[in-house]
Each structure stands twice: as C-alpha cells, then as structure tokens.
T-cell receptor
Framework: ETGVTQTPRHLVMGMTNKKSLKCEQHLGHNAMYWYKQSAKKPLELMFVYNFKEQTENNSVPSRFSPECPNSSHLFLHLHTLQPEDSALYLC?????????????FGPGTRLTVL | AQTVTQSQPEMSVQEAETVTLSCTYDTSESNYYLFWYKQPPSRQMILVIRQEAYKQQNATENRFSVNFQKAAKSFSLKISDSQLGDTAMYFCAFMKRDAGNMLTFGGGTRLMVKP
C-alpha cells in the first residue's frame, strides 16, 4: 500500500468500550499527527509525534491515549468515550516536524459513540 | 494564537466556469505558510496549493491559483475551468514557520460543481 492508511474506516462503540484506531504511513516520514474533524467545526489538531516522541498534546482529554511505537505507525486508544467524541479522526504524516513540510492525510476513521 | 476564517460555508459553480473561495486569517507572525486542502466526498484530503508568506508572487498549480494579500491577511483560492471532480470541501490552513508543522484550519467551504 502507498500513502497513509487508517483502520478501521468505520467504528461504532459504546461509552464503556475500549477500542483503538490505527494509522500507518508508507512515505518514509518521521512526523505523525492525529486530528479530529467534527461537523461544523474546523479540524482540530490533537497530537503530534516527531521521531516517535510526542511533541504536542493539544489539551486532549485523557480518554484519548496516543501511541507511536515507530515512525511508521500511530495508534489512538479510546476508552470511556462520550457521544460528543463522535467525529472523523484523521491521521497525517510529514517529513520531520519543524521542517515546514506538507502533511499527507489518511482517509480517516468515522467514529460513532453511542 | 492564529485563527483562520472561511466565510462561505457553501458555494456552487457551473462546470467550466471560474469560482473564488475566500479565506482570511489573523496572526502576529511574519513568517508563515498558507495552504488550501481539498477533501472530496469520502476521500482523502489532499494539498491543492501552498504559499510562502515571504513570496510576493501568487502561487499557481494548473487551474488553481491564489490571491495572497499579506497586509489584508487574505488568501483566496481561484479555480478556473471548474470540473465535476472539483466538487469537495476546501480547507484553508495556516502554518507558522518552524513551529512543528502544526496546521490551523478554517471551517471549510463546500463546493459543488454543477454540470
């Protein structure tokens, strides 16, 4: 596969469930990002990882827990979510953060919290 | 903090015609980048065009061009010879130079190209 892939593409979960979103990039990048895209709101940056180190947490609630085991993979672990967390979650990657480079986006995971 | 505003939630244009999408931003920075991203229905967001703030010349990419007015903090996107495949959400975004590649997005404009 090429580019940035995300799985699953769709996820429905209850408020007591625990689930994980996966992102993989095949571009040789070293920076990866999680964004939240809600209806009627601008895309919100959630987390930034640069060379596997978290460099930005944009005041995200602790029920969202990111993990970056290597530069190609990024996870978002979800637990005890709220209905207002329903959104499209987008992953992106770029050459190392701080280098003013273009971000390449994945197709997103459409999350519905019941 | 930076803010990006897209004042047109929805627009439509006839195929082959020209349309301009508006974007304004607020920042105290002097070195930054501006982007237009396109998000087609159920498809990945892709970069359309990029402008460096220190360049006076407006960026162009085939049918896409920008009108960058730094003093007015305005960054509009012009699409010439609109095609059905241009139907998408368009997002304007701001990136401060050397600040971790972090993008600040506008709320988006939904563009419909009609046959």
């Amino acid at each position: 596969e090429t580019g940035v892939t995300q799985t699953p593409r769709h996820l429905v979960m209850g408020m007591t469930n625990k689930k994980s979103l996966k992102c993989e990039q095949h571009l040789g990048h070293n920076a990866m990002y999680w964004y939240k895209q809600s209806a009627k709101k601008p895309l919100e940056l959630m987390f930034v990882y640069n060379f596997k180190e978290q460099t930005e947490n944009n005041s995200v609630p602790s029920r969202f827990s990111p993990e970056c085991p290597n530069s190609s993979h990024l996870f978002l672990h979800l637990h005890t979510l709220q209905p207002e967390d329903s959104a499209l979650y987008l992953c992106a990657s770029s050459l190392a953060a701080g280098t003013n480079n273009e971000q390449f986006f994945g197709p997103g995971t459409r999350l519905t919290v019941l | 903090a930076q803010t990006v505003t897209q004042s047109q939630p929805e627009m439509s244009v006839q195929e082959a015609e020209t349309v301009t999408l508006s974007c304004t931003y607020d920042t105290s920075e002097s070195n930054y980048y501006l982007f237009w991203y396109k998000q087609p229905p159920s498809r990945q967001m892709i970069l359309v065009i990029r402008q460096e703030a220190y360049k006076q010349q407006n960026a162009t990419e085939n049918r896409f061009s920008v009108n960058f007015q730094k003093a007015a903090k305005s960054f509009s996107l012009k699409i010439s010879d609109s095609q059905l495949g241009d139907t998408a959400m368009y997002f304007c975004a701001f990136m401060k130079r050397d600040a971790g590649n972090m993008l600040t997005f506008g709320g988006g404009t939904r563009l419909m190209v009609k046959p």
